[in-house]
């Protein structure tokens, strides 16, 4: 059962300079908070509060005895504004950055009374509004443990979710048609070949067109295109600072994790700032992910996604 949370903030200032009210939504697992060590995980694109659970995305993660066990932690996922599992969606698809919802996220732990936190963990456009709080706020948590992303979005993912507007903005049916689309900057050539083959279903049609069908059909019945369109907005708003050099005032112990096929977050990049940053920072370590399977590579590879956190948690 989905229990969400709720909590208003009130006179919040954007980057474009619009003051609105808001009402936040949220999930606690685990210990009662402020009794234990907290863990904030912030979801992806697609993602919401639900990490665990009957209707958990990071089951193999989070969990009763799992690596981050709800039995030892108390863990909170806040669902970025416009996501639309609260119901809340915006008519403006280009409204907030990546920095306006790490500084809700900061005021929202705020009234909730949360000065530090044991860590804060995020996968893709997770991972990057957890590099802009821990810019905004560099003494806030003790590990910070960025996934599959970067601090600023390159000119390939800003391409890529240009091609993703045109698609929602003239398709006819966009939101499957978007999902077809961005479900190939997600996987690798080599992944589709080793899950299908060519092969032929039944209808007479290559399994790989059927697969993407399932996802967009999938979507599209759980997704509201309002939520998608500022979701994808986000994702090419990346732009924690101007110098990876500014990132070194950050006090949390950092964990990198790159995936060795991701056509989206290239680990190139990924590397490149630890390599920049290590002679600065000595608390900064990288750790690669082996595989076949792209950006995705992160949803499933789980075991050594584990082996990687077992040292942090």
């Known amino acids: 059962m989905i229990d969400l949370k709720t909590i208003e903030l009130h006179k919040i200032r954007l980057s474009n300079g619009t003051q609105l009210d808001l009402k936040i939504s949220y999930e606690l697992y685990g210990k ?11 979801h992806s694109l697609t993602g919401n509060s639900t ?8 089951n193999d993660v989070v969990g009763e005895n799992k690596i981050i066990d709800t039995l030892k932690y108390t863990v909170l996922s ?9 119901g809340l969606f915006f008519d403006n698809a280009s409204l907030l950055t990546v ?14 009374n949360i000065n530090r936190l044991y860590a804060i963990i995020g996968g893709s456009i997770g991972g990057a509004v957890t590099w802009n709080m821990a810019y905004l706020s560099p003494n806030l948590a003790q590990y910070i443990i960025p996934i599959a992303t970067h601090w600023k979005a ?4 800003i391409s890529t979710t240009h091609i993703q507007e045109i698609i929602l903005n003239h398709s006819e049916n966009p939101l499957h048609d978007a999902r077809k689309h961005a479900m190939l900057t997600y996987r690798t050539p080599q992944s589709l070949s080793l899950k299908f083959n060519n092969a032929i279903s039944t209808n007479a049609n290559f399994e790989v067109l059927n697969w993407l069908d399932h996802h967009g059909e999938k979507l599209s019945q759980r997704f509201e295109l309002k939520a998608y ?36 977050f290239v ?39 584990n082996k990687i956190l077992l040292k942090i948690f």
């Open 32 to 42: 009662p908070l402020h009794s234990a060590p907290i863990v904030l995980i912030n």
């Open 51 to 58: 990490v665990t659970g009957e209707m958990g995305w990071w």
């Open 78 to 86: 806040i669902n970025v504004p416009g996501n639309g599992y609260d």
């Open 99 to 112: 920095q306006d919802v790490a500084s809700i996220f900061l005021k929202a732990l705020k009234l909730l």
């Open 154 to 157: 390159s000119d390939w993912v």
């Open 229 to 264: 369109k500022l979701m994808n907005h986000l994702l090419k708003s990346i732009n924690v600072t101007d110098s990876v050099v500014n990132l070194s005032h950050i006090q949390s112990e950092i964990h990198l994790i790159g995936i060795n096929s991701d056509l989206l």
């Open 267 to 305: 680990p190139d990049d990924i590397v490149l700032t630890y390599e920049l940053l290590k002679p600065l920072k000595q608390n900064i370590f990288y750790h690669p992910i082996d595989s076949i399977h792209g950006h995705d590579a992160f949803l499933i590879e789980y075991e050594q996604l």
